[in-house]
């Protein structure tokens, strides 16, 4: 999926569940052969149960019927994050401080574009890291993808 398909799923349907008491964690869309699948994973204070993926099914779908966003067929899915949650905002790696990471990078920094590490911290600009003893600072604009590690 382009990343302008994405954004624009995400900027339409991320106020939507808001109002509806739940957070956007991530999006993701496959395409296939005549149809795709567009998978959201919501999550909430109180954890998500089966009920409340069906909610956000019903309400996502009526909206993309509306909007008409995707040029094809397409499948919506509506989960929980699981264990190994998606870390895509400022918000959500400031929630996991203290927690363990795991960060790719774009590109290789000094040969590395993996790191697994506690986070430390998380502003408006970027994390900080403690992996393998050492303290790495990660802008948010070299992350190719992020999520909690086990």
């Known amino acids: 999926m382009s990343a302008t398909l994405r954004e624009r799923l995400i ?8 109002r509806l008491g739940y957070e ?22 109180q954890g ?4 409340d993926c069906e909610r956000v099914s019903r309400e996502v779908s009526a909206l993309l019927d ?13 989960s929980s994050p699981g264990f190994d949650r998606v870390l895509r905002t400022p918000e959500h790696f400031a929630r996991f401080v203290g927690a363990r990471v795991f960060v790719e990078l774009r590109a290789a920094r000094e040969g590395r574009r993996r790191y697994t590490g506690t ?16 303290r790495v600072a990660v802008p948010y604009e070299e992350m190719a993808k992020a999520r909690l590690a086990g």
């Open 66 to 78: 509306v909007e008409d966003p995707i040029p094809t067929a397409y499948t919506l899915e509506v």
């Open 24 to 45: 956007l964690v991530d999006l993701e869309h496959s395409a296939g052969r005549g149809s795709a699948v567009v998978r959201l994973y919501i999550d909430r204070a």
């Open 119 to 134: 986070l430390l911290g998380a502003d408006e600009s970027g994390v900080e890291l403690e992996v393998d003893g050492m």
């Open 11 to 18: 900027a339409l349907i991320e106020p939507l569940t808001g």
């Open 48 to 51: 998500v149960g089966i009920e």
